[in-house]
């Protein structure tokens, strides 16, 4: 990765141009093309540094429900679960943690109730019961960048 590549992910972090051309947009802010930018935007997902480029959208905001979710899965089920967990379009994102409760994922839909019929439903084409609910009482907003100019 050399300079210009962390002067990109730093600035696409917080002031992605919301324009029709921003990779233009941005080719322009680091002194080259706009052919460039996309070429070591490309390079760097296919790297595994960048996840995805994307909105973050206050789902409350937008009238939606979330919440975090935690599920007891036996070892040997592990990739059989996440494959169903994630195949519902609710589930923002889904990972594993070393405690009783191994695999947690935040779920989004329209209501509360529409919440509890997803994670009934996911109870019974599991088979797993033990799976709760945990929904967030207070919201912190959380803002992490990396300036990567300092590294």
């Known amino acids: 990765m050399d ?7 730093t600035l ?4 992605f141009p919301i324009t029709p051309e ?9 002194g080259t093309t706009e052919e460039d930018v996309i070429a070591r935007l490309q390079k760097l997902k296919e ?8 909105g973050i959208f206050d789902s409350k905001k937008l009238g939606y429900f979330s ?5 007891k899965v036996p070892e040997e089920r592990i990739d059989e679960v996440a494959e169903l967990i994630n195949s519902y379009p609710g589930v923002t994102h889904n990972y594993l943690r070393q405690h009783e409760y191994n695999m947690w994922f935040t779920l989004i839909a329209l209501s509360s109730q529409a919440v509890e019929d997803i994670l009934e439903e996911m109870r019974r084409r599991t088979g797993i019961k ?3 609910n945990l929904p967030a009482i207070n919201f912190f907003k959380i803002k992490v960048n990396f300036n990567l100019n300092e590294v």
């Open 3 to 9: 300079s210009l590549d962390k002067q990109l992910l």
């Open 12 to 15: 696409i972090q917080s002031d």
């Open 22 to 30: 921003p990779f233009k947009e941005l080719a322009l802010t680091l």
């Open 130 to 132: 033990d799976l709760i």
């Open 47 to 54: 790297e595994g540094i960048i996840r995805r480029i994307g």
């Open 67 to 71: 919440t975090l979710c935690a599920i």
